[in-house]
């Protein structure tokens, strides 16, 4: 089977100098996703989901338009919750995430929970719990075995989720059998509207998956290119 992982286009972070809570798409972002839903609507998908949050929803309804599907939202793929700092100075959350950077790397779990955002370690579990759950929904669980071994009663099934740098990283991470680390985002760098694919394959026991593809941006011209 093979999963699609797609993460958003490029969101408005910033207005006047405020920090946007659940930003929208920048225009550079709306071709972006434009482009992602031209390349995808060639290809057959027997499920396609997307994040709860606006610019997940934005990045993906051109998707949805083009395959003909109404919106289908799931949860469990919301980013890693920041703290409460929408309308906040654009500088006082760059200090507060280049803080977090320097801290020592067992520190680093915490992430901007003094601030009142996710624990990393809580956002691991959840987005990990989240997809073993989607995952065994479809009959795909875990194999008994040293190894990261799937079931999988249909391998020409294919799906594809709209999401975040993070999710989509903790999700490779999840599915490669990969022990988690406090910075999954930068482990597998996703730029934006980027195109993820992970393939199983089969061995005795059951499948692998194998990562055949990371952040493709091919389908995007040069000058629209962002991370």
Not at 124 to 148: D, K
């Amino acid at each position: 089977m093979e999963i699609v992982l797609i993460r958003h286009g490029q969101p408005e972070w910033v207005v006047d100098g405020l920090t946007v809570g659940d930003p929208p798409l920048t225009q550079r972002g709306r071709r972006q996703v434009e482009a992602v839903a031209r390349t995808l609507a060639v290809e057959r998908f027997d499920e396609v989901f997307c994040s709860p949050l606006v610019r997940a929803r934005e990045s993906a309804a051109p998707l949805f338009e083009a395959l003909g599907r109404p919106e289908a939202i799931a949860p469990w793929l919301e980013e890693i919750r920041n703290p409460m700092w929408h309308g906040t100075p654009v500088e006082k959350t760059a200090e507060a995430f280049e803080e977090e950077r320097r801290r020592p790397s067992s520190e680093r779990w915490r992430g901007l929970e003094h601030l009142g955002g996710e624990h990393v370690g809580e956002f691991v579990a959840r987005i990990r719990e989240g997809c073993g759950l989607f995952l065994a929904e479809r009959g795909i669980e875990p194999v008994q075995s040293e190894f990261a071994l799937w079931s999988c009663p249909d391998p020409d099934r294919r799906i594809a989720l709209v999401a975040h740098g993070g999710t989509n990283a903790v999700v490779i991470c999840h599915l490669l059998g990969l022990a988690p680390v406090p910075w999954e985002w930068d482990r597998f760098t996703h730029y934006h509207a980027g195109i993820t694919r992970l393939a199983s394959m089969p061995v005795a026991e059951g499948h692998v998956f194998a990562l055949s593809k990371l952040s493709d941006v091919e389908h995007l011209v040069l000058e629209d290119r962002s991370m």
